[in-house]
């Protein structure tokens, strides 16, 4: 069983920095997907990034356009953590934050941000606030 936990989330003020965090264990694949979702009061739940890492290490990138230029995902091979470095925040950043893994997930490219149901694995949620 996958098992996420999601962690960095906080208070910032517009124009700021976060690194969230999101560790990974119980996996046996030697190929995953992982990506990053946001879930504003009241609105659906929205993909902001996925990174698909090949058996080769090799990796893609998807960033959905609210983000891209600003957000970037990594990540940390030796501690199986991704990480999603968010710049130049906007209050309209303000959500929770939540990773999610799935062994196909990001092969759909881009349009694996566009639904839930790409991933299989949740963690719990960390909470951005930009004022």
């Known amino acids: 069983q996958v098992q996420l936990v999601a962690s960095g989330g906080g208070s910032v003020q517009a124009g700021g920095s976060l690194n969230l965090s999101c560790a990974a264990s119980g996996y046996t694949y030697t190929a995953i997907s992982m990506a990053w979702f946001r879930q504003a009061p009241g609105k659906e739940r929205e993909g902001v990034a996925c990174?698909?890492?090949?058996?080769?290490?090799?990796?893609?990138?998807y960033y959905s356009d609210s983000v891209k230029g600003r957000f970037a995902v990594s990540q940390d091979n030796a501690k199986n953590t991704v990480h999603l470095q968010m710049n130049s925040l906007e209050p309209e950043d303000t959500a929770m934050y939540y990773c999610?893994?799935?062994?196909?997930?990001?092969?759909?490219?881009?349009?694996?941000?566009?639904?839930?149901?790409?991933?299989?694995?949740w963690g719990q949620g960390t909470q951005v606030t930009v004022s």
């Open positions: 990174l698909y890492i090949g058996v080769d290490t090799t990796y893609n990138t």
């Open positions: 999610a893994a799935d062994r196909f997930g990001c092969l759909r490219g881009r349009t694996a941000l566009d639904s839930t149901t790409a991933f299989a694995y």
